[in-house]
């Protein structure tokens, strides 16, 4: 069965940072990639950052710069740490494992994508 457990969301000032964990458990770590998104109320979910499973990484225009996506094969975790914070940052963030189709880096299947609860990011002074 397979986990995602975000943690290290909650209320930051303007200008403030957080960093994001999230674990995972029930799938082989090293071969998923993981990604960070987000969903603010009325709005669609949006891909904030993503690491691959040999470590390259893309980033969401609004994150480049502030936001760093990084991996920890042993403790299967992965996190986010976001500087500079705005009220546009915030919302609930989600945690993804997804294991594309061989040969893909485009298609997978829907049993190999996974979603975390989320955990609320609050960007207020």
């Known amino acids: 069965q397979v986990q995602l457990v975000e943690s290290g969301g909650g209320l930051v000032q303007p200008g403030g940072s957080l960093n994001l964990s999230c674990a995972a458990s029930?799938?082989?770590?090293?071969?998923?990639?993981m990604g960070w998104y987000r969903q603010a109320p009325g709005k669609r979910r949006e891909l904030v950052a993503r690491i691959a499973s040999g470590g390259s990484t893309n980033y969401a225009e609004s994150a480049k710069g502030r936001f760093t996506i990084s991996r920890d094969a042993a403790k299967s975790m992965v996190y986010l740490q976001m500087n500079s914070l705005g009220p546009e940052d915030a919302a609930v963030y989600y945690c993804?494992?997804?294991?594309?189709?061989?040969?893909?880096?485009?298609?997978?299947?829907?049993?190999?994508?996974?979603w975390g609860q989320g955990t609320q990011v609050t960007v207020s002074s």
């Open positions: 993804n494992a997804r294991k594309y189709i061989d040969g893909s880096t485009t298609a997978w299947y829907p049993e190999d994508d996974n």
């Open positions: 029930g799938i082989i770590f090293s071969i998923y990639h």
